[in-house]
C-alpha cells in the first residue's frame, strides 16, 4: 500500500507520505543491533547487589569474601563513584548530580528496595550473581513511607535531613505555583462548583527491552554501547560519576528497545564504566525484568484535588487545583507537568495551579510520556465531566465552548498563538464515533462514553545534523537523536523533499557522541520537530553548494541557477541555455568543482508549539465480574504536519494504549515490608493485544508556522486524555464515579457490591 | 559439572553446541550461537520477544532448557527470510509500519507466522488471542493486527 501510495504521488513530495522506514529491513530480521546484542572480545559481566530495605542508614559494607569468589574481577561501591556533595547542586538538563551519584549507588543510605549498594564483575553473570550475595552489609533499619500522602504527614519518617519544607525537614523537597486573575473572584461568579480529590498509582513506563550495555576502556579511553534516550546524556553522565573527560568516552547508541522518557537517565553505565576501568576489560550489564521495576523509574503516585467553577450558561471562571507527586528516593516529580497542564486547554480567567514534590521510600521518578501532565488532566476531565453534567450540557459541547484558542492566556505562562484544539473538538464532534448510538444494556453488562481533551508543552532544544552528498549523488544524513519509533523516516522524507530526490537515495544515520555535534533527549516530543530544522537547515546549504556547483561548470553567476526537482536548472533564459544537472552529475563532478560537498548545522531550536487533543472512549463493564473492556477509542490530535502519517498515527494509537492500562489495570503494588509485590510482565498487568480494540487516529493538522514544515511535536499529548476519557466512560456506564486509578476488576467489583447494599 | 552436548536443527541447518544443564534455549541462541535476533524482554515467558518455533509450535525459548533442543527443529527469526527475500509478514510489517522500536517485532513476527501456518483466514479476534502473549508497548496492536490480516489476505490471494 505505502510503497504504491508513494509512486502514485509526485515523486518529489515525500512529506507526509508513508514511506518505508531506513531502519526497517533489519527489524523484521532480527538484525538491528539493541544494546544487550552487542558482545567484545575478553568481555566480561557485571551484577548489581541491591537493598532489600526500603530504608536504612548503610553502616558497613564488606566487600573481601566477593572479591576472593573465583571469577571475580572487581567489585564495587559508593566509593568508586564521584561524590557529588549534598550542599550543592550540578544540574545536567533536569537532573541533579547530587541524586544521580546516589541513584546509581547508595551512599549513606539506601532509599528504596532495590538501591544499588555495590557492583560485581566477573567472568560470568552466574558468578556475579553468586558474588553479590557474599557481600556483607551492615544497616541500621529506618521506618519507612511510599505513599505521598503519607509522606506528606508531619510525622512521616524524613528521608534527607538536608531537605526542608517551611523551616522544618519534610519530605516536601519543592513546590511551584501557576497563577492566573484571582481565584476567588472567580469562584463568587460561579453558579455551579465542583470540587473532588483524585489519587493514582505509580505507573511504569513498560519498554520491552530492559536497561542493557557494554563498556570497554582501553588506555583510558571509554566505548558505552547503551540502549538510551540520548548518547550525549550517557556521556555526560558517565563523565560526571567516573571522573574521566568527555573527549575520552565515546557514548554509541545502540538500537533502543522503548523509552517513554523512562531511559532519559543512566543506572548501569556508570557502573559498567568503573568496573571496566578496574578490571581492563570489557564489562556488558544487563538488568532482569525484575530488576527493572524495582530499581528504574516508574512515574509518580499521586494525590491531586480539582475544584472548577462555572456560569449556569456554560463558562467556566475559574479553577484551583493541587498536584502531589511522588518523587521517589530523590527530588524531581513532574509537578510542573501536571500544575501546568492539567488546565491548559481551557480559557479559564482565573486558576492557581500547586505542584509539590515529595520524596518517598520508592525508586527515583523518571520520565514517562507527558511527565505529569496525564495526572493532572485526569482530575481536570474528570471535573469537566460532572460540570457538563451538572450544567445539563454535551461534555464536547461544554468542552469547546471554554477551548483555548488563539490569543488565549494560559496559566503557565504562554499566550496561546493559532493552536488546533478547537477541531479536535469540533472533529470529535462530527465523528462517526460519537454520533453512533452505545448499545443498550444487555446480559447484564452496561455500557459507556467518556470524553477527555489533554495538553502538552512540547519541546525544541538542542540538535545537530549532518547531510553529505556521496559521489553517486545518493545522501547520508546523521543526526543525534536515538530513533525510538521511526524517527529515521521522518528526516528521509524530509531530506528528500527539501532536495527534491527519491527517498529511497537517502540513508539516515545516528551519530555516537564523537561523529555528530550535541544533541539533546529523544524526549520532550521534540525530536521530528528539531532534527527537521537541522535536517532542513542543514540541506538548504547542501543546495545553496549545488547550485553553485553548476554555476561553475556552466561558466554563469550562482544567483541564475535554480534548484527543482533535484535538479539545477538556468533560472531563466537570461541565464544561458543548458541542460539541467542532476544531483547525481554535479556529485560526480565534485571534486573538479570545489571538493566534497555536505553541510552541518547545529542549532539550539526554539518556537516549539504546545499540542492538543481530544479522545473519545466506549466501554462495557460486567458487573459480574468487575471487568472493563474497551469496546471503541478514537483519538483527535493537533499534529501540526504529519511528516511520516504512520508513525504519527502509531504514536496516537500507543499513547492511547499505555493510558488505558494506566487506567484500568496498572499498578505498582508494595507489600507491608516497603517492597514491590508485582515486578513481573505477569502481575504489573499492561494490555496485551486481546485487551484491546482497534485505535482509532485522526490526524488534524494547524500548522506551526514556526517550523519549517509546520510540525507541533506528536508523541506524548496521546497519553494525557485517556485516564479521563476512561473515566468518564465507566461513570456513564455505572452512573457511579471512581476517583482513584486504576479501576481494575477488584475495585469496581467492590464499588458494584457497596452499591447493591 | 560437565556441559551436554546437543544436536539439534536451526533454521534448517544441523548445528551442535555445548550447555549447561540449567542453561536456556534463548541464552544459548543469544550467545554461543550468536542469533541475537531473538530479544529477552522478561525471562519469564510473559513478554514473548523470544518466541521461536520448535518442531512449528511456538514456544518461549527463555522457558525452554537448551538441552530440550536435541533432535528438535528450531526456527528463528534468523530464518525468516529467504537471503534479501523477505516473508510477506515482514514485509507488510514495514509497509504499515506495524513496529516502532521493533524490540517485540521479531517475537510477534514468529507467533504470526505460526498462526498463518495454521488458520490462513483469521478474524481480528483470532490474531488477538493469538498474539495474546506478545507485548508491544509501542504500538497499541493496532497497525500489527491489521499488518497480519492484510498479510493473510494476501497470501491467500496468491495461493488461489
Request: glycine fraction near 10%; charged fraction near 20%.
Given at each position: 500500500m505505502s510503497t504504491k501510495e508513494s509512486t502514485s504521488a509526485n515523486d518529489n513530495k515525500w512529506i507526509g507520505q508513508r514511506t518505508i522506514r531506513p531502519d526497517g529491513a533489519d527489524k523484521v530480521t532480527g538484525r538491528a543491533a539493541f544494546a544487550a546484542d552487542t558482545t567484545m572480545p575478553g568481555m566480561i559481566w557485571?551484577?548489581?547487589?541491591?537493598?532489600?530495605?526500603?530504608?536504612?542508614?548503610?553502616?558497613?559494607?564488606?566487600?573481601?569474601?566477593?572479591?576472593?569468589?573465583?571469577?571475580?574481577?572487581?567489585?564495587?561501591?559508593?566509593?568508586?563513584?564521584?561524590?557529588?556533595?549534598?550542599?550543592?547542586?550540578?544540574?545536567?538538563?533536569?537532573?541533579?548530580?547530587?541524586?544521580?551519584?546516589?541513584?546509581?549507588?547508595?551512599?549513606?543510605?539506601?532509599?528504596?528496595?532495590?538501591?544499588?549498594?555495590?557492583?560485581?564483575?566477573?567472568?560470568?553473570?552466574?558468578?556475579?550473581?553468586?558474588?553479590?550475595?557474599?557481600?556483607?552489609?551492615?544497616?541500621?533499619?529506618?521506618?519507612?513511607?511510599?505513599?505521598?500522602?503519607?509522606?506528606?504527614?508531619?510525622?512521616?519518617?524524613?528521608?534527607?535531613?538536608?531537605?526542608?519544607?517551611?523551616?522544618k525537614p519534610s519530605n516536601i523537597a519543592g513546590r511551584l505555583e501557576h497563577k492566573l486573575g484571582d481565584i476567588d473572584t472567580g469562584f463568587a461568579k460561579a453558579d455551579v462548583v465542583i470540587e473532588r480529590s483524585f489519587r493514582t498509582k505509580p505507573v511504569h513506563q513498560g519498554y520491552i527491552e530492559p536497561h542493557a550495555c557494554l563498556v570497554s576502556v582501553s588506555d583510558g579511553k571509554a566505548t558505552v554501547w547503551s540502549s538510551s534516550q540520548g548518547q550525549f546524556m550517557v556521556r555526560a553522565m558517565c563523565a560526571y560519576m567516573s571522573g574521566i573527560p568527555q573527549n575520552d568516552i565515546r557514548a554509541i547508541p545502540a538500537e533502543i528497545g522503548g523509552g517513554f522518557g523512562g531511559k532519559t537517565i543512566v543506572y548501569l553505565e556508570p557502573l559498567a564504566l568503573v568496573l571496566a576501568k578496574k578490571t581492563g576489560r570489557p564489562v556488558k550489564m544487563i538488568m532482569t525484568r525484575t530488576e527493572v521495576f524495582h530499581a528504574s523509574g516508574p512515574t509518580s503516585g499521586s494525590y491531586s484535588t480539582i475544584k472548577m467553577g462555572a456560569t449556569k450558561d456554560g463558562m467556566l471562571v475559574a479553577a484551583r487545583g493541587t498536584f502531589c507527586l511522588q518523587a521517589g528516593a530523590f527530588p524531581g516529580s513532574p509537578i510542573r507537568g501536571a500544575a501546568g497542564c492539567a488546565f491548559a486547554p481551557y480559557n479559564i480567567p482565573n486558576v492557581y495551579s500547586e505542584g509539590f514534590d515529595v520524596v518517598s521510600n520508592r525508586s527515583k521518578v523518571a520520565a514517562y510520556r507527558a511527565p505529569g501532565a496525564p495526572i493532572g488532566a485526569y482530575g481536570t476531565e474528570c471535573v469537566m465531566d460532572e460540570l457538563a453534567e451538572a450544567l445539563k450540557m454535551d461534555p464536547?459541547?461544554?468542552?469547546?465552548?471554554?477551548?483555548?484558542?488563539?490569543?488565549?492566556?494560559?496559566?503557565?505562562?504562554?499566550?496561546?498563538?493559532?493552536?488546533?484544539?478547537?477541531?479536535?473538538?469540533?472533529?470529535?464532534?462530527?465523528?462517526?464515533?460519537?454520533?453512533?448510538?452505545?448499545?443498550?444494556?444487555?446480559?447484564?453488562?452496561?455500557?459507556?462514553?467518556?470524553?477527555?481533551s489533554g495538553f502538552w508543552f512540547n519541546a525544541g532544544g538542542e540538535s545537530s545534523a549532518q547531510?553529505?552528498?556521496?559521489?553517486?549523488?545518493?545522501?547520508?544524513?546523521?543526526?543525534?537523536?536515538?530513533?525510538?519509533?521511526?524517527?529515521?523516516?521522518?528526516?528521509?522524507?524530509?531530506?528528500?523533499?527539501?532536495?527534491?530526490?527519491?527517498?529511497?537515495?537517502?540513508?539516515?544515520?545516528?551519530?555516537?557522541?564523537?561523529?555528530?555535534?550535541?544533541?539533546?533527549?529523544?524526549?520532550?516530543?521534540?525530536?521530528?520537530?528539531?532534527s527537521a530544522m537541522v535536517v532542513t537547515q542543514s540541506t538548504e546549504q547542501v543546495i545553496a553548494t549545488l547550485r553553485e556547483r553548476a554555476a561553475k561548470i556552466w561558466k554563469i553567476d550562482p544567483d541564475a541557477v535554480v534548484w527543482e526537482n533535484g535538479e539545477a536548472r538556468p533560472a531563466g533564459d537570461n541565464a544561458g541555455k543548458f541542460e539541467p544537472l542532476s544531483l547525481g552529475q554535479i556529485a560526480a563532478q565534485a571534486s573538479a568543482t570545489g571538493g566534497p560537498i555536505g553541510a552541518g548545522k547545529q542549532l539550539n531550536t526554539t518556537g516549539a508549539e504546545g499540542g492538543f487533543a481530544t479522545h473519545l472512549c466506549d466501554v462495557e463493564v460486567d458487573p459480574d465480574l468487575g471487568i472493563v473492556r474497551v469496546l471503541r477509542y478514537t483519538s483527535f490530535q493537533d499534529v501540526g504536519r504529519a511528516i511520516h502519517p504512520s508513525y504519527v498515527e502509531g504514536q496516537m494509537q500507543g499513547g492511547a494504549a499505555q493510558g488505558i492500562g494506566w487506567a484500568l489495570s496498572e499498578e505498582y503494588i508494595f507489600d507491608k515490608n516497603g517492597k514491590l509485590d508485582n515486578p513481573s510482565f505477569l502481575d504489573y498487568r499492561m494490555p496485551v493485544c486481546s485487551d484491546l480494540p482497534m485505535l482509532d487516529s485522526v490526524i488534524i493538522e494547524v500548522p506551526n508556522t514556526k517550523h519549517p514544515q509546520g510540525v507541533r511535536g506528536v508523541g506524548e499529548v496521546p497519553l494525557v486524555p485517556p485516564l479521563g476519557a476512561v473515566s468518564n466512560a465507566i461513570y456513564n456506564a455505572l452512573g457511579r464515579r471512581f476517583y482513584s486509578l486504576p479501576m481494575s476488576p477488584p475495585k469496581v467489583l467492590a464499588a458494584m457490591d457497596l452499591a447493591a447494599e | 559439572m560437565a556441559k551436554l552436548h546437543v544436536s539439534t536443527t536451526i533454521n534448517g541447518e544441523p548445528q551442535e553446541f555445548l550447555c549447561e544443564a540449567d542453561q536456556s534455549?534463548?541464552?544459548?541462541?543469544?550467545?554461543?550461537?550468536?542469533?541475537?535476533?531473538?530479544?529477552?524482554?522478561?525471562?519469564?515467558?510473559?513478554?514473548?520477544?523470544?518466541?521461536?518455533?520448535?518442531?512449528?509450535?511456538?514456544?518461549?525459548?527463555?522457558?525452554?532448557?537448551?538441552?530440550?533442543?536435541?533432535?528438535?527443529?528450531?526456527?528463528?527469526?534468523?530464518?525468516?527470510?529467504?537471503?534479501?527475500?523477505?516473508?510477506?509478514?515482514?514485509?507488510?510489517?514495514?509497509?504499515?509500519?506495524?513496529?516502532?522500536?521493533?524490540?517485540c517485532t521479531p517475537g510477534v513476527l514468529m507467533a504470526a507466522k505460526s498462526l498463518l501456518e495454521r488458520n490462513p483466514n483469521p478474524s481480528e479476534h483470532d490474531v488477538r488471542f493469538w498474539l495474546a502473549g506478545n507485548l508491544c508497548r509501542c504500538t497499541g496492536y493496532d497497525k500489527i493486527i491489521r499488518a497480519v490480516m492484510e498479510t493473510a489476505a494476501d497470501m491467500r490471494g496468491a495461493a488461489r
Open positions: 557485571g551484577k548489581v547487589l541491591r537493598s532489600p530495605h526500603p530504608h536504612a542508614r548503610i553502616k558497613s559494607i564488606n566487600t573481601r569474601k566477593a572479591e576472593a569468589y573465583p571469577g571475580v574481577k572487581a567489585v564495587i561501591t559508593a566509593k568508586d563513584i564521584v561524590d557529588f556533595p549534598l550542599d550543592k547542586s550540578v544540574m545536567l538538563g533536569i537532573q541533579d548530580m547530587r541524586w544521580m551519584c546516589r541513584n546509581v549507588m547508595a551512599r549513606e543510605k539506601v532509599l528504596f528496595a532495590g538501591h544499588p549498594l555495590a557492583a560485581v564483575a566477573a567472568t560470568t553473570e552466574k558468578i556475579a550473581a553468586e558474588a553479590c550475595k557474599l557481600i556483607e552489609v551492615e544497616y541500621e533499619v529506618l521506618p519507612f513511607v511510599i505513599d505521598v500522602e503519607e509522606a506528606m504527614k508531619p510525622n512521616a519518617p524524613v528521608l534527607h535531613d538536608f531537605v526542608k519544607f517551611e523551616g464536547l459541547e461544554f468542552r469547546l465552548k471554554n477551548a483555548a484558542r488563539m490569543g488565549t492566556k494560559a496559566a503557565h505562562g504562554p499566550v496561546f498563538p493559532r493552536i488546533g484544539f478547537v477541531e479536535t473538538i469540533e472533529q470529535a464532534k462530527a465523528h462517526a464515533h460519537y454520533t453512533t448510538a452505545l448499545p443498550k444494556a444487555r446480559n447484564g453488562k452496561l455500557y459507556g462514553r467518556g470524553v477527555a547531510v553529505n552528498v556521496n559521489e553517486d549523488g545518493t545522501v547520508v544524513v546523521i543526526t543525534g537523536h536515538p530513533d525510538i519509533g521511526g524517527s529515521r523516516a521522518s528526516t528521509a522524507n524530509i531530506t528528500a523533499e527539501v532536495l527534491g530526490i527519491d527517498y529511497r537515495k537517502v540513508s539516515v544515520l545516528i551519530g555516537d557522541t564523537s561523529t555528530i555535534g550535541f544533541s539533546n533527549l529523544t524526549g520532550g516530543s521534540r525530536v521530528t520537530y528539531a | 534455549m534463548l541464552d544459548v541462541l543469544r550467545g554461543p550461537l550468536g542469533l541475537t535476533g531473538s530479544k529477552e524482554g522478561c525471562g519469564t515467558g510473559d513478554c514473548g520477544a523470544c518466541t521461536i518455533t520448535v518442531n512449528g509450535r511456538i514456544v518461549c525459548s527463555c522457558l525452554m532448557l537448551a538441552a530440550e533442543a536435541e533432535g528438535q527443529k528450531i526456527g528463528t527469526i534468523e530464518g525468516m527470510a529467504d537471503g534479501e527475500k523477505l516473508h510477506p509478514l515482514q514485509q507488510k510489517f514495514l509497509e504499515q509500519a506495524a513496529l516502532q522500536c521493533g524490540i
